[in-house]
């Protein structure tokens, strides 16, 4: 073998383990073919990184099949720079669904699952354009490391896989908040001097009255927000449907059927 022959080995080695073929499951009345070196992951943290597509445990499922990514795609933003904050994360995985003799794909269920958390204001999401999770907050008491899970479905025999996005998105904002207070002039009262001895010729002078009153200022608030997708789940809804050689048995026994009917009545 030439040396450039035993140097290119390797190289041809590697590139043979790394690009592996598509995977296939069968699952009860489906069989799902995938290739996991095509599915894409994205997050702005804060520019676009491409995670690597193993983030993603793929696991069969009752007629479908979960990605699982544990604790590895997520987005997080804070408004702590004074302005809004907002940082996205994009998901492309193409599959195909096929049924098993005997039955039809009528519609599919997505369900996208993960925790979240949101601080003074601020909003997260995750989904697809037709099927999505959102929450915000403004000023409330906030939420901490809860958890979603949205399914939604779609109609149709094909689908050609799952599309979408996640995003976190923290806010800055004012609030008043009082700092003490100060003495400001309200009104003048009349103070009674005296009187003379029959009750009359009354005197009085005018004393200023003053009331406490808060000071307030504004103060900014900071709001924080994350997002972790945990687990996308599809699930192909099937139904039974007759194999050809069962319609041609029940066309047979027509017809049997009908021939002893002719019979008869020539009999009769």
Not at 80 to 105: D, L, R, W
């Amino acid at each position: 073998m030439k040396m450039h022959q035993l140097a290119l080995a390797p190289l041809l080695l590697s590139s043979s383990l790394v690009m592996a073929a598509p995977s296939t499951f069968n699952s009860t009345n489906v069989d799902i073919t995938f290739d996991i070196d095509n599915f894409v992951f994205e997050v702005e943290a804060p520019y676009l990184t491409t995670l690597p597509s193993t983030i993603a445990t793929v696991n069969s499922i009752n007629n479908g099949l979960e990605l699982d990514f544990g604790y590895n795609f997520q987005v997080s933003a804070s408004g702590g720079n004074f302005y809004t904050e907002t940082h996205n994360g994009y998901f492309s995985v193409p599959f195909s669904f096929t049924a098993q003799a005997g039955y039809k794909i009528e519609s599919y269920t997505i369900t996208y699952s993960g925790t979240y958390s949101l601080s003074n204001v601020g909003s997260v999401q995750a989904g697809d354009s037709g099927n999505s999770f959102y929450m915000s907050e403004y000023l409330g008491p906030g939420a901490y490391n809860q958890t979603f899970s949205v399914p939604g479905n779609v109609d149709g025999e094909f689908l050609p896989g799952v599309f979408g996005n996640i995003a976190a998105t923290g806010d800055y904002t004012y609030i008043q908040v009082q700092v003490g207070t100060e003495l400001q002039f309200s009104h003048y009262e009349d103070i009674l001097i005296g009187c003379d001895s029959e009750g009359n010729n009354c005197e009085y002078y005018q004393a200023p009255v003053y009331v406490e009153v808060p000071i307030y200022m504004d103060q900014g608030v900071v709001g924080e927000a994350s997002l972790t997708l945990s687990s996308i789940k599809v699930v192909a809804n099937v139904t039974a449907v007759p194999e050809a050689d069962t319609y041609a048995l029940l066309l047979a026994g027509l017809g049997v059927i009908g021939v002893m009917a002719r019979r008869r009545r020539i009999i009769n």
